[in-house]
């Protein structure tokens, strides 16, 4: 009996040790979005950060094909674990492509801010969290900050958000790898900029300027983050990595001095997938690496943030 006693201590304990401090749902906002709610196992009412993913094929994850790191997948947990709801949600071209029904062409900016915001319409709809905060990372800071403003969310926060508008970003970035290539992206983006679509006869910039995305970077360029950060008038947090090597402290920088009264944190060696790196070799690492934790000092910002609005 006394050996019988013992194990069933042992078994007790495991199963405590092992309790989740949070939930997850799967929830479908529309016919476009699905995601990931998190919810922390507590009796009272919580506030809800919604997590908006950066460029291109980025799921609620934070990952691509080829470039798994966990990096959303581990905010959203830590954010739960820490009494905050999270909503983490797929882009709408992963159900159009899963549909068969994807047109790049048809794509725009404007349809991810449209987005964001039925999303944050939907969980106010539900009535079931204190407050709503907007959660941008890179690409998803601009849309996030357009999107706050819209859909009247009660707070913002931009994680490694570009403070140049996106012209300025891509010639900046052309200029430091491809700078024989910077006269002619200049020329394209001018009438980009201007609304027209462009015939690009040199084969180096047809993945970055092809026909069919010609109108996202139309719809794109209309916006300067310096311009909309400035519209809020609710509560927002700027943070950025010094080992950022996509969007540097600069960049977060803009954004600080276009809204001065924003919290602002920056964050010694976080990159742009959010861990921790010591060098130029675990930077590249970190991008397909799942099990790196995303920075503590990061977590904590955002969650002291989100728990005193």
Known sequence: MKKLFILLVLISV???????????????????????????????????????????????NGNQVGMKNNSLRFLAQSLAENGISVYSYDKRLFSLLKSGDFDESKLLFDDFITDASDVVSYFRKENQYNKIIIVGHSEGSLIGMVAAKASKADGFVSIAGAGNPIDQVLEFQISQNAPFLLEQTKEVL?????????????????????????????????????????????????????????????????????RPEAKYLIITDMNHVLKEVKDDTENQQSYTNPDLPVAAELIQGISDFVNTL
């Open 190 to 258: 001018q009438e980009l900029k201007a609304g027209n679509m462009v015939e690009v006869k040199n084969a180096a910039l047809l993945s970055l300027f092809r026909e069919s995305v010609q109108p996202y970077m139309i719809s794109w360029l209309t916006y300067n983050p310096q311009d909309e950060i400035k519209k809020l008038n609710i509560p927002v947090m700027i943070i950025n990595g010094t080992a950022d090597l996509q969007v540097t402290v600069s960049e977060a920088e803009l954004l600080k001095k276009a």
């Open 14 to 60: 495991g199963a405590s040790a092992q309790e989740k401090t949070f939930s997850t749902q799967e929830v479908s906002v529309n016919e476009f979005l699905d995601g990931t709610l998190y919810t922390p196992n507590i009796p009272e009412k919580t506030n809800l950060v919604i997590l908006i993913a950066g460029s291109g094929p980025t799921n609620r």
